[in-house]
C-alpha cells in the first residue's frame, strides 16, 4: 500500500498562484494513478486532477481547467498541483489519493489510498 502526505496549502489572494505537493511513502508510487480531490465547508469531496502512472495523459475538473496542473514526479514519489489565477470559490481542504489501476478515474470510491489533506484559502 502507499500513504500519501499532502503539503503546500495556505492563504492566499485572489488571482495568485499556489503549488500542493503530495508525497507517498511505501509500494512502488509508478504504480499508482493518482488524484486531487477538493473539499468546500458544507459541501461534499469533489474531484479535480488526476494523473496516470507515467505522466502520459491527464484529466481535469472543468472548474479547474487551464487553471490547474497535475505533474508528477516519479523518481521522488511525488505529484503535484500547479493552482494559477486562484478565486474565492477554490478555497477548501485539498486531498492526495491513489488509485491502484492504470487508468485515471474521477470517482472518490475509485480511490484506494488517501492523504490527510491541506488547507487553501483564498481571499477576496
Known amino acids: 500500500q502507499v500513504q500519501p502526505v499532502e503539503s503546500g496549502g495556505g492563504l492566499v489572494q485572489a488571482g495568485g498562484s499556489l503549488r500542493l505537493s503530495c508525497a507517498a511513502s511505501?509500494?512502488?508510487?509508478?504504480?499508482?494513478?493518482m488524484g486531487w480531490f477538493r473539499q468546500a465547508p458544507g459541501k461534499e469531496r469533489e474531484f479535480v486532477a488526476a494523473i496516470t502512472r507515467s505522466s502520459g495523459s491527464t484529466y481535469y475538473a472543468d472548474s479547474v481547467k487551464g487553471r490547474f496542473t497535475i505533474s508528477r514526479d516519479n523518481a521522488k514519489n511525488t505529484v503535484y498541483l500547479q493552482m494559477n489565477s486562484l478565486k474565492p470559490e477554490d478555497t477548501a481542504v485539498y486531498y492526495c489519493a491513489a488509485r491502484n489501476f492504470k487508468v485515471v478515474a474521477s470517482i472518490e470510491a475509485n480511490y484506494d489510498y488517501w492523504g490527510q489533506g491541506t488547507q487553501v484559502t483564498v481571499s477576496s
Open positions: 511505501g509500494r512502488p508510487f509508478s504504480t499508482y494513478t
